[in-house]
């Protein structure tokens, strides 16, 4: 009986901790230069009620490669990076659009269901190597065109933001 009872106490204290633990631990902060900044409507911050990313925190996460083609590259093009729902879902976002800024203050509003839906690369890898910032990087998020007929046009071209500096949800 008693062994019973230790049992059950030990799966209930396994449980406990899984189901605490994403919520128990704090959003790492940056050790190099922030690349991305989301804010807006989040749960999880690294300081002043952002979330700040650097390449290692980006590269991190899970990679995702899509090869497709693109108004802005000859042939097809190799993206690498997390998914953005990934980014989103690590910052507990809740807003339902998103206002997505460039370096060069280009801004465009991105549903954020299209983070799921579409399964969006936020690339920090061209062909296999860093993007610099002439090349559209260092983060440019990348739908993959080839996917779906209709993300070949202008709405979801226009969604694709290179020099991508933050995210705001909304």
Same mark, same amino acid.
């Given at each position: 009986? =008693?062994?019973?009872?230790?049992?059950?106490?030990?799966? /209930?204290?396994?449980?406990?901790?899984? !189901? @605490?633990?994403?919520? &128990?631990? #704090?959003?790492?902060?940056?050790?190099?230069?922030?690349?991305? @900044?989301?804010? $807006?409507?989040? $749960?999880?911050?690294?300081?002043?009620?952002? /979330?700040?990313?650097?390449?290692?925190?980006? +590269?991190?996460?899970?990679?995702?490669?899509?090869? @497709?083609?693109? #108004?802005?590259?000859? !042939?097809?093009?190799?993206?690498?990076? #997390?998914?953005? %729902?990934?980014?989103?879902?690590? @910052?507990? &976002?809740?807003? *339902? +659009?998103?206002?997505?800024? %460039?370096?060069?203050?280009?801004?465009?509003?991105?549903? *954020?269901?299209?983070? /799921?839906?579409?399964?969006?690369?936020? &690339?920090?890898?061209? +062909?296999?190597?860093?993007?610099?910032?002439?090349?559209? !990087?260092?983060?440019?998020?990348?739908?993959? =065109?080839?996917?779906?007929?209709?993300?070949? &046009?202008?709405?979801?071209?226009?969604?694709?933001?290179?020099?991508?500096?933050?995210?705001?949800?909304?």
């Amino acid at each position: 009986m =008693f062994k019973k009872m230790l049992l059950c106490l030990s799966i /209930a204290l396994t449980l406990f901790s899984i !189901g @605490t633990k994403s919520h &128990a631990q #704090p959003l790492a902060s940056p050790s190099g230069r922030t690349i991305l @900044t989301v804010s $807006g409507k989040i $749960g999880k911050t690294n300081g002043d009620g952002v /979330a700040r990313f650097d390449m290692a925190m980006l +590269n991190a996460l899970p990679q995702r490669t899509i090869k @497709t083609r693109t #108004p802005w590259y000859p !042939g097809i093009t190799e993206f690498t990076g #997390p998914l953005l %729902a990934d980014v989103l879902a690590l @910052t507990e &976002a809740q807003g *339902a +659009n998103i206002r997505a800024s %460039a370096l060069n203050d280009y801004s465009i509003v991105i549903p *954020a269901s299209d983070a /799921a839906d579409h399964q969006i690369v936020l &690339a920090t890898l061209l +062909n296999g190597k860093p993007m610099s910032i002439r090349d559209k !990087g260092p983060t440019f998020i990348v739908y993959p =065109f080839d996917s779906k007929e209709e993300l070949r &046009a202008s709405t979801y071209y226009e969604r694709s933001i290179w020099q991508l500096k933050s995210l705001e949800l909304k």
